[in-house]
């Protein structure tokens, strides 16, 4: 070997320490990578480790929402769509992986630069700012709609209860304040990540949970299980139960005698525009896709898209049998926030209690680890290049947390967050940004398969935005008036 090759190996060992020490922020080159190298990166991580953390990227709220949206489209046409998203996520992480080898990057902001200069780096950023918004205003929605009802469950309170405790407005500025905000305030989190088998279990679980309720609960559902719950003759304490359910519980109870039991095939309305926008958000997991690929021992192009294809395949599996069964029991009736479903018919339900439970768990151990790539990308484009400052990290976090909290606090429903981010922020990470990057970076032939198929994904990805964020808009200004 000659001296410079040494030199070279020297530097990119040196380059992956550096790494290592980062954690999943990283972001130095990995060496150089050129398209048609045969490179190994040298992590450390397991097949299996890298499969199980990037499935904690994808896995999250948004299993919550795709009942509903199977309930707006239909089991065969919510079927098709969720394969074709799946499958275009999966393609997008190998125009990802072909990127980072040709350009030698290891960060979406980096292939960003890479594909369109400074550009390209903000609107990644501004991207990934937008989707972990959306995704921390989810997480605190549940916190701020089951917490309530855990709590009166525990307690044994009655429904027509009333106290500052069972606000969920007031429970969620609470845990905000004493939980969240100390955790995502700090400069480093990485003990954190120890919760993603917390969160993973909690998936599973849930799922599970959904599947048994399935042969448990009767058809039509009915307001309330009659055996345990004695209707008022005063319907007043309805809001009591969950404030942010009132109209859907009224019209299930209007309905269920008369709700058709058989699954629809075919649906095609203007809710159904929230479908895809819940899919491609509850998919999304392309920002931690290359971090995962430095860590990955033996790491080839090859071996991490079968990583990202195993992740997708599993997390494919658990979302379709959450949003199948969860469908078949609700049918027509299914809320947008699956839980609230089953508090519909009988909220003291124990199995339902524990599941309510470890997802509150898993979102508020979660909402920290996913605020800081947002804090991290505001940083990238408001104070580029400046070193570390505590003032600074402080007040993005404050700021964040505020901007959080009051869509969680204001948004009627989370059906509006995830239509709304899925549509804008998911739809550019997982089908725009990445064809439109590729179309940039990638030095091949104009007409060559990848280059045409990165062009339809990015056009596809852009039709879809437009129209799914013009009929949420319409939807939810018809709403509101």
């Known amino acids: 070997m000659s001296a410079s090759a040494e030199e070279s190996d020297q530097l990119l060992l040196s380059n992956h320490d550096s790494s290592e020490e980062k954690g999943s922020s990283i972001q130095t080159s990995i060496g150089g990578l050129r398209q048609g190298d045969s490179h190994e990166v040298q992590g450390k991580a397991s097949f299996g480790m890298s499969v199980f953390n990037l499935m904690n990227a994808i896995l999250g709220s948004g299993i919550l929402g795709l009942a509903y949206a199977m309930s707006e489209s239909g089991v065969v046409l919510f079927t098709i769509l969720m394969m074709m998203v799946a499958v275009t996520a999966s393609y997008s992480i190998h125009l990802l992986l072909r990127m980072c080898e040709i350009s030698g990057v290891n960060s979406y902001e980096d292939v960003g630069y890479a594909a369109l200069r400074r550009p390209g780096k903000f609107l990644a950023a501004g991207a990934i700012l937008l989707q972990n918004i959306g995704a921390m205003s989810s997480y605190l929605f549940i916190v701020k709609t089951e917490f309530p009802s855990v709590i009166r469950t525990f307690m044994q309170l009655p429904p027509d209860a009333q106290a500052w405790y069972l606000n969920g407005d007031y429970l969620l500025l609470l845990v905000a304040g004493l939980v969240i905000a100390p955790l ?13 088998g917390l969160s993973i279990a909690c998936m599973v679980f849930f799922t599970s949970v959904v599947v048994a309720k399935k042969f448990s609960y009767p058809c039509p559902v009915p307001l309330q299980d009659w055996s345990n719950v004695t209707l008022p003759s005063n319907p007043s304490w309805f809001p009591l139960i969950n ?21 629809k095939m075919v649906i095609l309305t203007e809710r159904t525009a929230y479908a895809l926008p819940t899919m491609a958000f509850s998919f999304v997991c392309h920002t931690a896709v290359l971090p995962v690929y430095v860590e990955l021992k033996r790491g080839t192009v090859g071996r991490m898209q079968n990583v990202a294809n195993t992740s997708i395949g599993i997390s494919f599996i658990l979302y379709m049998l959450s949003a199948l069964f969860g469908y078949l029991t609700f049918y027509g009736n299914v809320h947008s926030e699956l839980l609230e479903s089953y508090n519909s018919y009988n909220p003291h339900d124990v199995v339902i209690l524990m599941c309510r439970l470890a997802v509150l768990v898993a979102v508020i151990l979660t909402v920290p680890v996913v605020h800081f790539p947002a804090r991290k990308a ?23 947390m505020v901007l959080v909290n009051c869509l969680a606090i204001f948004v009627p429903d989370i059906k509006d967050v995830f239509g709304v981010a899925g549509a804008t922020s998911s739809t550019f990470l997982v089908f725009i940004l990445p064809g439109l990057f590729y179309l940039k970076v990638s030095s091949e032939r104009r007409f060559a398969m990848h280059k045409i198929l990165a062009a339809v994904i990015a056009g596809g990805g852009m039709c879809l935005c437009i129209l799914s964020l013009t009929l949420i808009t319409s939807d939810i200004v018809h709403r509101a008036t």
């Open 378 to 400: 505001i940083t990238l484009m408001l104070f580029p290049g400046r070193p570390f400052s505590w003032l600074v990290h402080l007040c993005i976090t404050l700021c964040l």
């Open 184 to 196: 995502a305030a700090l400069r480093r989190i990485e003990f954190l990540g120890y919760t993603s």
């Open 243 to 263: 404030s942010t359910a009132t109209d859907h519980m009224v019209a299930l109870q209007n309905s269920s005698t008369v709700q058709d039991c058989t699954a």
